[in-house]
């Protein structure tokens, strides 16, 4: 089997794609102005990134065994809350933000508040950095590349815990505020999982929250959707291994 080297290109095709990012950054402008905003948009508007501040948001799609859940770190903390208001039980976290996990109003010990919801917690490292191609070309490129290979990661994982779950995954995807990094991971996996190109990905994220306006200063993001979708569509297995 012939596997992808997992790496990204540089500054060329960075290039090539820059017409497709900035259609992308107009299609997240247009759901931003046009809406139509729901009542979760305005109040997530409003937060102040304080976590007590946060809200649960809402389930973005929904397959036949598989239920995706965008949310924050609040939505995590809370998974009553979620239950409440999506009207299903979590039991699959992926956390993009293992060094913000201990903030206030958190629980003490997660092993313990996951365990009595029954629910598994998937960790990544993620940097939500902001950082454009022509300040540092090879910063761009390495968290390209990261983010790449976070996704590739959780695919994998979602995939065994499917087989040992034997019953629905319900995926709660968050960050810190869930605007950047899970948003990211959310449209990584509805390509990998469900076969959607990354413009219907992102769509259906935008399509749920159009107030979230991601990936502002972080267009290394839409470059690495891209090139996933580039990965997924010629080799599917070489980017699930990189």
């Known amino acids: 089997m012939n596997h992808l080297q997992p790496s990204l290109p540089h500054l060329p095709v960075e290039i090539c794609a820059q017409e497709w990012i900035d259609d992308m950054k107009d299609l ?12 979760l948009d305005r109040v997530m508007w409003n937060h102040s990134y304080n976590l007590g501040d946060l809200r649960a948001w809402p389930i973005v799609y929904e397959s036949n065994d598989m239920v995706y859940v965008l949310g924050s770190l609040k939505s995590a903390a809370n998974l009553a809350e979620v239950a409440h208001i999506c009207g ?110 990354a413009q219907e990905a992102i769509e259906q994220i935008l399509w749920r929250r159009p107030s979230l306006r991601p990936w502002k200063h972080r267009d290394y993001i839409l470059w690495a959707l891209k090139h996933w979708e580039t990965l997924l569509s010629k080799h599917a297995h070489a980017a699930l291994s990189l």
């Open 88 to 197: 299903v039980q979590v039991n699959t976290l992926v956390t993009l933000c293992a060094k913000e996990l201990q903030a206030k109003g958190t629980p003490e010990s997660w092993d313990s508040y996951l365990r009595l919801r029954s629910a598994q917690q998937c960790v990544y490292a993620l940097d939500d950095l902001t950082v454009k191609v022509a300040q540092d070309p090879t910063l761009y490129t390495e968290q390209a590349q990261k983010n790449c290979r976070v996704w590739s990661e959780i695919a994998r994982t979602l995939n065994a815990r499917r087989a040992m779950l034997g019953k629905k995954q319900v995926v709660l995807f968050h960050c810190f505020g869930g605007i950047h990094r899970s948003p990211a991971a959310l449209a990584a996996t509805l390509m990998a999982r469900e076969g959607l190109q």
């Open 28 to 39: 997240i402008q247009t759901y931003f102005y046009h809406g139509p905003w729901r009542h």
